[in-house]
């Protein structure tokens, strides 16, 4: 069984920054890819960044490109996304998802396993 757990979120003043965290178990981390997704009230979940396995490629939304990093570290199971420069426009719930194969997927169709979620309020 896959479980994802992700923590990092809270309230941030615009400017500013925050590091959120999932670590995965159940299986071998290291070969799939991963990604990091976000649903505003009243919108659609959107695709923020992702991560693929294996290789490490990366790649961003529009909107967060420069000011969003993804990383992982497969010693640790764990996925990152680092967020600088935040705006009230990137408050929304953050969820990390993990999908077989380690290609990275924009959409959130394709991903099976899904973390709880966590809350990003920034303030302006």
């Known amino acids: 069984q896959v479980r994802l757990v992700e923590s990092g979120g809270g309230l941030v003043q615009a400017g500013g920054s925050l590091r959120l965290s999932c670590t995965e178990s159940?299986?071998?981390?290291?070969?799939?890819?991963m990604g990091w997704f976000r649903q505003a009230p009243g919108k659609e979940r959107e695709f923020v960044a992702g991560?693929?396995?294996?290789?490490?490629?990366?790649d961003y939304a529009d909107s967060v490109k420069g000011r969003f990093t993804i990383s992982r570290d497969n010693a640790k199971n764990t996925v990152y996304l680092q967020m600088n420069s935040l705006k009230p426009k990137d408050t929304a719930v953050y969820s990390c998802?993990?999908?077989?194969?380690?290609?990275?997927?924009?959409?959130?169709?394709?991903?099976?396993?899904w973390g709880q979620g966590t809350q990003v309020t920034v303030s302006s």
């Open positions: 998802a993990v999908k077989g194969g380690p290609q990275i997927v924009t959409s959130y169709r394709v991903y099976p396993y």
């Open positions: 159940g299986r071998t981390f290291s070969i799939y890819a």
């Open positions: 991560i693929s396995g294996i290789g490490g490629g990366t």
